[in-house]
T-cell receptor, first 115, second 114 residues
C-alpha cells in the first residue's frame, strides 16, 4: 500500500520569506513517480512537478525548488522569496509505475503568505 | 495548451437524485480518472478507465457509482442515488500512455447534495 504524509497542516509566512513544505512517502515499489500540485482558492489542481524514482537530482524552477531524497523517502518543496500569490493548499502525491497509475495524495499543506 | 474540460462547474441536487458529471479528456489521452475531494480534505482516487473499461477502483467507488465513455470524447461519472456525504469536488483527469506522461486535471465540478 502507498501512503503520502504531509505533517504540516498549515504554515504562515511573511512575504519574501523562504518556506519548505515537507512530504514523506511510503511505497514498496522500486519504480514510482512523485508529484506536487497547487490548489489555489479557486479550487483547481495545478501541476507543479513530476519526478521519477530513478532521478534524484534536485530541481529548480524559478522560485520553486524540490529536494528528493530516496534514503529518507522525502520529496520536499521550497518556495524562495514567497509572495502573496503563493497562498494555496499544496499537495504531494505518489503513483506507481504500472498501467493505471492512480495518484495517492497527501492531506495537503495550507500555505498562507502574509503581506 | 490542451485542457480537460468538466461540466458543470457547480451542481446542486436533492438527496436521492441521480447526477451525471461530465468530462472531456484531452483527445489523444488513453487513461481517464475520477477523483473526489470532500471540502477541506485530501484528494481521493475513485476510478481509472482504460480501453473502455474500468482498470482500477477504490473502496469509495461502490455500486452507486458508474463511469462511461459514451461517444469517444466524453467521460462521465454517474451517481445513482445521491447522499449528503457525496457532496464534494469531483475532478476528472486524463493521461497519455507512456511512462513519461503526467496527468492533466480538469477544474472540477462542485457537487452539493441538499
Amino acid at each position: 500500500a502507498q501512503k503520502v504524509t504531509q505533517v504540516q497542516t498549515e504554515i504562515s509566512v511573511v512575504e519574501k520569506e523562504d518556506v519548505t513544505l515537507d512530504c514523506v512517502y511510503e511505497t514498496r515499489d522500486t519504480t514510482y513517480y512523485l508529484f506536487w500540485y497547487k490548489q489555489p482558492p479557486s479550487g483547481e489542481l495545478v501541476f507543479l512537478i513530476r519526478r521519477n524514482s530513478f532521478d534524484e537530482q534536485n530541481e529548480i524552477s524559478g522560485r520553486y525548488s524540490w529536494n528528493f531524497q530516496k534514503s529518507t523517502s522525502s520529496f520536499n518543496f521550497t518556495i524562495t522569496a514567497s509572495q502573496v500569490v503563493d497562498s494555496a493548499v499544496y499537495f504531494c502525491a505518489l503513483s506507481q509505475a504500472g498501467s493505471a497509475r492512480q495518484l495517492t495524495f497527501g492531506s495537503g499543506t495550507q500555505l498562507t503568505v502574509l503581506p | 495548451e490542451p485542457e480537460v474540460t468538466q461540466t458543470p462547474s457547480h451542481q446542486v441536487t436533492q438527496m436521492g437524485q441521480e447526477v451525471i458529471l461530465r468530462c472531456v479528456p484531452i483527445s489523444n489521452h488513453l487513461y481517464f480518472y475520477w477523483y473526489r475531494q470532500i471540502l477541506g480534505q485530501k484528494v481521493e482516487f475513485l476510478v481509472s478507465f482504460y480501453n473502455n473499461e474500468i482498470s482500477e477502483k477504490s473502496e469509495i467507488f461502490d455500486d452507486q457509482f458508474s463511469v462511461e465513455r459514451p461517444d469517444g470524447s466524453n467521460f462521465t461519472l454517474k451517481i445513482r442515488s445521491t447522499k449528503l456525504e457525496d457532496s464534494a469536488m469531483y475532478f476528472c483527469a486524463s493521461r497519455h500512455e507512456g511512462a513519461s506522461y503526467g496527468y492533466t486535471f480538469g477544474s472540477g465540478t462542485r457537487l452539493t447534495v441538499v
